[in-house]
T-cell receptor
Framework: KQEVTQIPAALSVPEGENLVLNCSFTDSAIYNLQWFRQDPGKGLTSLLLIQSSQREQTSGRLNASLDKSSGRSTLYIAASQPGDSATYLCAVRDYKLSFGAGTTVTVRA | KAGVTQTPRYLIKTRGQQVTLSCSPISGHRSVSWYQQTPGQGLQFLFEYFSETQRNKGNFPGRFSGRQFSNSRSEMNVSTLELGDSALYLC???????????????FGSGTQLSVL
């Protein structure tokens, strides 16, 4: 059974600092890994999708890496802004999406 | 292009009742999946439909069921509601390919179900 763990559970940083969010998973037989953002009471917004054959993906200030053999992914958010405050979820796809519990990020102005 | 639409946005029911939630996928998307989100268990996969057929199913009791119509719209039904069914129910749509390697999911805003 796929287990997805995200560390830390919560993070508070001053504006401008870089964010590093970690995700680990137990079964490397995946199609892809996705990072999502969720604002309170809302649905999920897809941030980045890394295919199992890829090592990283970048979009603007966001960069995600994937090391499938060790079962790890890291999401980097450069120069954080208050608008980045949200819960970030990582999910791995085999026949279904398995989600981590998320990291709740607060960026202080 | 319109996003994934879920209705209703909020729902209050009592134990023992049944409920039906609706999901309209992005135009052209043929795969719809459903997820339950609770503070204790996080996000858990319920089931996935493609071309009116259930393709995969999560580990939920038979009280949870779903279906997909020919226009790709989907409904999920929960019968004999229990207090523990209180949750945010999210649906997602995607354009499925031969394999889900590059299959990005687009989520709706969810239906918040409260069971009293």
């Amino acid at each position: 059974k796929q287990e997805v763990t995200q560390i830390p559970a919560a993070l508070s940083v001053p504006e401008g600092e870089n964010l590093v969010l970690n995700c680990s998973f137990t079964d490397s037989a995946i199609y892809n890994l996705q990072w999502f953002r969720q604002d309170p009471g809302k649905g999920l917004t897809s941030l980045l999708l890394i295919q199992s054959s890829q090592r990283e993906q970048t979009s603007g200030r966001l960069n995600a890496s994937l090391d499938k053999s060790s079962g790890r992914s890291t999401l980097y958010i450069a120069a954080s802004q208050p608008g980045d405050s949200a819960t970030y979820l990582c999910a791995v796809r085999d026949y279904k999406l398995s989600f981590g519990a998320g990291t709740t990020v607060t960026v202080r102005a | 292009k319109a996003g994934v639409t879920q209705t209703p946005r909020y729902l209050i029911k009592t134990r023992g009742q049944q409920v039906t939630l609706s999901c309209s996928p992005i135009s052209g998307h043929r795969s719809v999946s459903w997820y339950q989100q609770t503070p204790g268990q996080g996000l858990q996969f319920l089931f996935e439909y493609f071309s009116e057929t259930q393709r995969n199913k999560g580990n939920f009791p038979g009280r949870f069921s779903g279906r997909q119509f020919s226009n790709s719209r989907s409904e999920m039904n929960v019968s004999t509601l229990e207090l523990g069914d209180s949750a945010l129910y999210l649906c997602a749509s995607s354009l499925p390919g031969p394999q889900p390697t590059n299959e990005k999911l687009f989520f709706g805003s969810g239906t918040q179900l409260s069971v009293l």
